[in-house]
């Protein structure tokens, strides 16, 4: 499963649904992927005033969790995506660069996005996952 920081944000906020839904990975042995752009969306998130979120807090929340870096392949696959989905509506789509690198990396890692965001996943051809 690769993780969406609509995801790790909704745990953050101990959101019972999203915590069901990581129990439930849990169990079922499911691998949780943490792409490297939703831990800069995270910190991006810590850094903004609107946030009462501690660096601390999020370090401890993304610890565990194995990470997938963009590279090469999957820069070239997000460009794609973006690319397909843009030219699917007939200009620009709004679906964010970091949104086609996490469907990328689903693409290539053949696995689900696990996220709250369905419309932007879709959009880019992504299996989505929800809780």
Known sequence: MIIDSS??????????????KGTELVENGEMQWLPTPVV??????????RSNTT?????N????YPRI???EEIARKAGELLAATDDRVGGN???GANDGYIAAMADVLDDAVLTDNVEDF??????????
């Open 55 to 59: 660096e601390q807090e999020v370090r």
């Open 122 to 131: 879709e959009a880019l051809g992504a299996t989505v996952e929800t809780y």
């Open 93 to 95: 789509a709004g679906v």
């Open 7 to 20: 995801y790790l944000f909704d745990l953050m906020a101990e959101d019972p649904d999203a915590f069901s």
């Open 61 to 64: 929340r993304i610890l565990g």
């Open 40 to 49: 800069a969306e995270a910190y991006y998130g810590v850094a903004t005033a």
């Open 69 to 71: 870096d963009v590279d």
